[in-house]
């Protein structure tokens, strides 16, 4: 079984990565950490599987479900 601390520290993982691609977008303001394309707080929004870029930079994805 996959243990939920595992499950948390892959999703910060993707997270980062996320963000930095954020951080090089032209779209993206660093005073507010927010997309000016879909005004989101992406600090959250990169936290969360279901989330993808509205410009297509990165994707959703599914985690996988044990137990």
């Known amino acids: 079984m996959l243990k939920i601390e595992t499950v ?5 993982e993707i997270a980062k990565t996320r963000l ?3 951080k090089e977008c032209d779209r993206y303001d660093e005073t507010t950490t927010q997309c000016n394309e879909c005004g989101c707080f992406m600090k ?3 936290l969360w599987p ?3 870029c509205p ?3 990165w994707d959703s994805y599914k ?3 044990h137990g």
């Open 8 to 12: 948390f520290a892959r999703r910060r």
């Open 20 to 22: 930095d691609i954020c």
């Open 44 to 46: 959250a929004k990169t």
């Open 50 to 52: 279901y989330a993808d």
């Open 55 to 57: 410009l297509g930079k």
């Open 63 to 65: 985690e996988e479900k």
